[in-house]
């Protein structure tokens, strides 16, 4: 699941917006690829990774491979701006979680338990494989927001299911999962972030929309080029959706029809994109 949206929303600013959201679907059990509740790792442990980026300056903060820590949105925004750096991966990201008044909680439910116990008792082999991990678009949440010019992205995710411990894929990734800027407009991605991430899905788009294309055109653009170069992009759900910095948007996908889920003035839109011939 994906969104644009635009801000406002309850008075919140174009960031905020997209951090309370994201911390929202986070506390969420019911959305399984996301936060508390998720779908863990091979070991059974949830591992949660987020990204966020202000288009107005190029400032981004991102957290990987947290473990125990909910919403992993907010702690990544104080990677943006309380630290000089880009990314916080693993313990270290759940230390600086915990010098900031974060607290470790289970995320696990009883539900994803007896879902990790059943999966551990039928899996064939050591390590879950992407054909079995990534059927379908899952319930990863990537939000793009536009407000007077000002643009925005923010994505948080548990990753595959029943992923390596450790993997991480293209949601925290500055310019794969997200990015955003405020001459060109904002792109996120879903689907199978290895390729996405090959791809460089996000700032591809972007681009794309800065060289003159539509958000439209920039997302085939970017789909057209995966599916030409990339032999993985097919076999997978891949997803890209961009956001110029007037609000018009547009979504490709590599497989399998995708729900983009559009806010604006106090309404709420979904509009379905399905894929289309190769190049
Ligand atoms: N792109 C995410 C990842 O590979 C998963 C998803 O979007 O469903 O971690």
Redesign the pocket.
């Known amino acids: 699941m ?1 969104a644009t949206t635009a801000a406002g929303q309850r008075g919140l600013g174009l960031l905020d917006t997209l951090i309370e959201g994201l911390a929202a679907c986070e506390e969420d059990p019911s959305l399984i ?1 996301v936060g508390r509740g998720s779908i863990p790792n091979a070991d059974g442990e949830i591992e949660l ?1 987020a990204s966020l980026m202000d288009g107005s300056d190029l400032s981004a903060g991102a957290v990987c491979a947290v473990r125990n820590i909910c919403p992993v949105i907010r702690l990544a925004n104080l990677v943006r701006v309380k630290t000089p750096h880009l990314m916080l991966a693993g313990d270290q990201a759940v230390r600086f979680a915990l010098e900031n008044g974060f607290e470790k909680r289970s995320l696990m439910t009883e539900e994803i338990v007896r879902k990790y116990d059943a999966w551990r008792d039928h899996r064939e082999t050591e390590f879950t494989h992407i054909e079995h991990a ?1 059927p379908h ?4 949440v ?1 939000m793009l927001g536009c407000e007077s010019g000002r643009v925005a992205a923010a ?1 948080s ?4 299911p029943w ?1 390596r411990p450790g ?5 925290p990734i500055i310019g794969a ?1 997200i990015y955003a800027d405020n001459e060109a407009g904002c792109a996120g ?6 390729e ?2 090959r791809g460089v899905a996000s700032f591809r788009a972007v681009e794309a929309m800065r060289r003159g294309l539509s958000p439209q055109d920039a997302c085939d653009f970017v789909i057209n080029e995966m599916l030409r170069r990339q032999p993985g992009a097919a076999k997978y ?1 891949c ?1 890209v959706f961009a956001m110029n910095t007037e609000g018009e948007y547009g979504a490709a996908v590599t497989r399998d029809p995708f729900e983009l889920w559009v806010w604006k003035d106090g309404e709420i839109d979904m509009k379905v994109f399905a894929p289309k011939l190769n190049p």
């Open positions: 994906s690829l990774d990534v678009h899952g319930d990863t990537t994505s995710t548990s990753g595959w992923k993997r991480v894929g293209d949601s999962g991605a879903t689907g199978a972030g290895e996405l991430w759900p997803v």
